[in-house]
């Protein structure tokens, strides 16, 4: 039972998530060689930003080659980690896994949900539901943006990213599209990501729930 004490802003993020986004963070255990397990990588042989079956193909680890500036080589390095997590956020919704969905969940969605139970609770319900807007493809990204936010000394606080996500769904004998919008978070260079819905939500509410996205939210 979801707590009902529960903020309007945490019901807004909840029903957001009852249509089909995001509120998850994902921690990555992926070799940063893009020799590294060539043979069972999805992503080996597609060109960055193209649709794969396993989702939208990431950056490569040689991008890094292309800069000298240790700030945009670490940019390229984390495009690959959101990119990467969001695929498989999206994956985990299609197959309707709850536990594989809600251990990647962002810690103050969680708790405005009454904790890890309250979440599951609220997830399971909106997979079961029959009435709801069923996809059966999720393409998130490419990304548009991934910013460093860093502190008034110039230190690193965290790395944020912005995409688009594209949800297809059948009416009526035709396929149809929804287009969302999701922000990125991680505060540990990538081993643990987060994201959150941010269509349609006013940016005061975003900076309740993660106030440095705003790196990527201005150009």
Not at 90 to 113: H, Q, R, S
Not at 134 to 142: A, E
Not at 145 to 174: H, I, N
């Amino acid at each position: 039972m979801i707590n009902k004490t529960l903020s309007a802003l945490g019901l807004a993020l909840l029903c957001i998530l009852g249509l089909g986004m995001f509120g998850c963070g994902q921690e990555s255990n992926d070799d940063h060689s893009d020799s590294a397990n060539a043979n069972t990588d999805p992503y080996a042989n597609a060109a960055a930003g193209s649709e794969t079956p396993a989702g939208i193909a990431p950056p490569k680890y040689t991008d890094t080659l292309k800069f000298s500036d240790p700030l945009a080589k670490d940019s390229v390095k984390l495009s690959i980690a959101f990119q990467r997590a969001a695929n498989e956020l999206g994956a985990a919704y299609l197959n309707k896994d709850v536990n594989g969905y809600a251990k990647f969940c962002l810690p103050a969605i969680e708790k405005m949900a009454g904790g890890p139970a309250g979440y599951r609770a609220k997830l399971q319900s909106i997979f079961q539901d029959k009435k709801a807007t069923q996809y059966f493809k999720i393409l998130s990204g490419p990304i548009q943006r991934t910013k460093a936010s860093l502190d008034d000394q110039g230190y690193l606080q965290g790395w944020y990213c912005l995409m688009p996500v594209k949800m297809f769904r059948r009416e009526a004998g035709k396929v149809m599209e929804d287009i969302k919008w999701m922000g990125g978070q991680t505060l540990d260079e990538g081993k643990t990501v987060y994201f959150i819905d941010i269509t349609n939500v006013p940016p005061e509410n975003i900076m309740q729930i993660m106030p440095d996205l705003k790196v990527v939210l201005v150009k």
